[in-house]
């Protein structure tokens, strides 16, 4: 018998109405007719669910979720209700599938009600056990077939990262030029570089250098100069900030030879690096400050065709340095290389100056060929505007 | 605006009564009040604002101009005020006052929307062709979604867009020819991805990532199609294609063990391959499937087996390898997507091409050519097309990323058979 709208309206409140009274036979009679005449919404085929399982046919019950969500797939309750059946019947793959689901369905925890704000909270949490049990599994699974393959590749560790979601994947984000097909490493494995070894063994000479001129107590001017001409950058704060303050042996491609002449074994220490030179722009060598308390907020360098290397010089306790999802510690004596055009930032929480010394390197990828046909490129691009350009490391 | 600083009972009601006249159409009325505001509170903003306003209007740009000077230094701490005034000047052909209005409110807000668009259009009267593609880019770079643009403001925002469209075009046909004194004397070396950088800088081409969707391998190159030197055995799968190309017409004779290529089960979303699910007009005949051995087919195939035996092959059990024949029917389009994992990248062997079909992978769009093998890495943007009236029939199969070591491969297939093992549990 079809029924007009306004009854089944009123059959649908019945139930609810049972529902809430605890008589889940009542309810559930009510619903079914309800659903029988055709339901518009989620709803009552909801409250039909929750009736089921209140008389605990579970079968039923998931015929009435099933069919709320295939009305409304993201409807909150009934993600929930799901994920709790699924967790129930002992499925934790769907169950995890539904709690997330919700979780990301769910509008800002200050728009819910507060009944519901709990359920959110509970399926994040169900949400994060299943992804420990998950991890735990995957990993005693790994220990059992270990071919040494685990400790020996740094970037199959860091797969298996973002495969848990514990790490995520980043991409260099270059300011002024991307060079194609490069692959995308934060830090590179010190042995790629020989040449490293000259310069952290004169870390001592260089340390001596450094020392004498923060005695003088000049030369220093704030890492990020602004520019007139040019549309003002958000640097949070860092744009003439003495917090973050160099001096400059080389900058910008142009020996800077007051500095030079106090630093001869620096200089004489860097004869076999492979720098990255290119008119106007590079290569740059500086001793950086980064006072205490200070931060380097997340920013990404200008072009991927170099590298940035650190020889840490004074490290107090307490500074860090970020490369994409690579957090590390800078050693002193203990030079790194780095993309700087991923995503990066360093701090210093600790009471006193941290000093680095710091150089651009040619990408070791890159050919001759094409290290010749990048530095032809940037004359070009000066040819073409007439101009020097705006360039800070 | 510091406005309060002059107000008094008596500036109040004169205000007051001024802006009532002024709403009654008595102007001379209203200026009257106005100025006897500006004698007892010379510096009075909101009254030197109404003034100079009606000036603009009238056409009497000098007073106009005075007023919002008077504003900016009385108070200046809105752009508007600067904006205002820098309009003013550019009418009186006042370069250097205009700039320095402009610059006057970028100091308060570098993001000004409208201080930024002043700015392009200044260097572009000037004639400062680099300084305007700068300020054309900060225009580019702070502006919302058109549709999000009041309307007034959106030719200004086309023109910014274009702007820097015309520029990098002149840019790189100055590079090319710029380049073109350097490119002889490395005659004969491969220098195709500096050719691409430069195209990417200057517009020509996008950038492309690896996106996988499942399973992402990181410090990998995200590279569309890989040398052919990296793959020194697949001379001897382009020299089986005459026997591959038999068999396969075997098979296609028989009508018996295609599939369609999409096949989702019912429930899951289809995303872009709505048109494709379960069709026909996509089929394939695999070889190997989610990582097994199909022994009905592959038995009907072993000259094909054979060659498929001396491929680096992945091992993922109920993943990869697949290999099969790929038939793409006439007027068929695979459109663009990413596949699940970059540890293993896809060789085409093409055996029957009609004429107009195109492969893409990122920027780099491709023919096929019977018996020419390619690699390319899936999980870059790709797409295929068939605008031919014929079929178009390919080998496709997987293989291991070359850059990855015995371990990480070992290592590989040890992480799947635990995601395995947990989904079975």
Request: proline share 7%.
């Amino acid at each position: 018998m079809q029924m007009s709208r306004n009854d089944v309206r009123a059959l649908a409140a019945t139930g609810l109405d049972a529902l809430r009274r605890g008589d889940a036979r009542r309810a559930r009679d009510a619903l079914e007719e309800v659903v029988r005449q055709g339901a518009l919404d989620a709803e009552p085929l909801l409250a039909l669910a929750y009736a089921c399982r209140l008389l605990g046919d579970t079968a039923a019950a998931m015929a009435a979720v099933d069919g709320a969500l295939a009305l409304e797939p993201r409807h909150l309750r009934a993600l929930l209700f799901k994920g709790d059946a699924m967790a129930g019947v002992g499925d934790d793959r769907a169950a995890s599938s539904y709690y997330q689901f919700a979780v990301q369905a769910a509008p800002p925890a200050e728009q819910l009600p507060p009944d519901l704000r709990g359920e959110v909270e509970r399926a994040r949490e169900m949400c994060s056990r299943y992804a420990r049990k998950f991890e735990d599994f995957l990993l005693a699974r790994l220990q059992g077939s270990n071919s040494d393959g685990n400790s020996s590749s740094a970037r199959f560790a860091q797969s298996l990262d973002i495969l848990l979601g514990k790490k995520q994947v980043y991409f260099q984000q270059p300011q002024a030029f991307y060079f194609a097909e490069l692959p995308q490493i934060q830090f590179y494995e010190r042995s790629v570089f020989p040449w490293m070894d000259d310069v952290e063994a004169a870390t001592d000479a260089i340390r001596g250098e450094l020392d004498a001129l923060l005695a003088e107590g000049t030369g220093f001017s704030p890492y990020v100069e602004g520019d007139p001409n040019r549309p003002r950058k958000e640097q949070s704060g860092m744009t003439g900030n003495p917090d973050w303050s160099a001096l400059y042996l080389w900058k910008n491609g142009r020996a800077v030879p007051e500095n030079i002449a106090r630093c001869p074994k620096t200089a004489a220490a860097l004869a076999r690096v492979p720098f990255s030179d290119v008119a106007n722009r590079s290569p740059s060598v500086l001793f950086s400050q980064l006072r205490p308390g200070a931060r380097i907020p997340p920013h990404s360098g200008l072009v991927n065709t170099r590298l940035i290397c650190h020889l840490p010089l004074i490290v107090p306790p307490g500074c860090g340095f970020r490369v994409g999802n690579d957090i590390r510690t800078p050693v002193v004596g203990r030079a790194w290389a780095f993309d700087d055009t991923i995503e990066h930032e360093a701090w210093n929480d600790s009471d006193r100056t941290r000093v680095i010394l710091l150089f651009e390197v040619w990408r070791p990828e890159l050919s001759e060929e094409e290290r010749g046909l990048v530095r032809a490129m940037f004359e070009g691009i000066d040819a073409y505007t007439g101009q020097p350009p705006s360039w800070s490391i | 605006m510091h406005s309060l600083a002059h107000t008094s009972p008596e500036i109040d009601a004169l205000e007051a009564k001024a802006m009532l006249a002024a709403q009654a159409g008595r102007e001379a009325e209203a200026v009257q009040l106005w100025n006897r505001i500006l004698e007892l509170a010379p510096n009075h903003t909101r009254t030197l604002n109404a003034l100079g306003q009606r000036a603009f209007r009238q056409g009497d740009i000098p007073y106009a101009r005075a007023a919002f000077q008077r504003i900016v230094e009385a108070d200046g701490t809105v752009p508007q005020q600067w904006i205002q005034l820098a309009v003013a000047c550019r009418r009186l052909n006042d370069e250097m006052a205009e700039e320095r209005a402009i610059q006057g409110a970028l100091r308060i807000d570098p993001r000004d929307l409208v201080a930024l668009i002043l700015r392009a259009n200044l260097l572009d009267r000037q004639g400062k062709l680099h300084q305007a593609f700068q300020a054309h880019g900060a225009v580019a770079a702070v502006a919302p979604p058109m549709q999000q643009l009041p309307p007034d403001l959106r030719p200004a925002v086309t023109e910014a867009f274009a702007h820097l469209a015309k520029y990098n075009k002149d840019k790189g046909a100055f590079l090319d020819s710029y380049l073109d004194q350097f490119y002889p004397t490395f005659a004969g070396e491969n220098l195709n991805r500096f050719r691409t950088s430069v195209d990417i800088m200057v517009g020509r081409k996008k950038r492309f990532d690896s996106q996988s969707l499942q399973y992402h391998y990181p410090n990998l190159a995200p590279i569309e199609f890989f040398d052919r030197g990296e793959f020194p055995w697949l001379d001897a799968v382009e020299q089986a294609t005459h026997e591959i190309r038999d068999e396969f017409l075997e098979v296609l004779n028989t009508e018996e063990g295609f599939t369609p290529y999409i096949s989702y089960p019912p429930g899951v979303p289809v995303n872009q391959f709505a048109e494709l699910n379960n069709s026909p007009r996509w089929n394939a005949f695999h070889l190997f499937k989610l990582g097994q051995r199909v022994d009905a087919n592959a038995a009907r195939c072993p000259g094909t087996m054979a060659v498929l035996e001396h491929v680096p092959q992945p091992d993922q059990a109920g993943r990869t390898p697949a290999a099969m024949f790929s038939l793409l029917s006439p007027r068929t389009t695979i459109p663009a997507h990413v596949g699940v994992s970059n540890a293993r990248l896809v060789t085409h062997l093409p055996l029957i091409v009609p004429e107009n079909c195109y492969f893409r992978v990122g920027n780099d769009t491709r023919q096929w050519i019977p018996g020419k093998a390619w690699v390319f890495d899936d999980t870059i943007e790709h797409e295929a097309r068939n605008e031919s009236d014929k079929l178009r029939v390919v080998l496709i199969f997987d293989i291991w990323h070359p850059h990855l070591t015995p371990p990480e491969r070992t290592m590989i297939t040890a992480l799947t058979a635990g995601l395995n093992a947990f989904e079975a549990g």
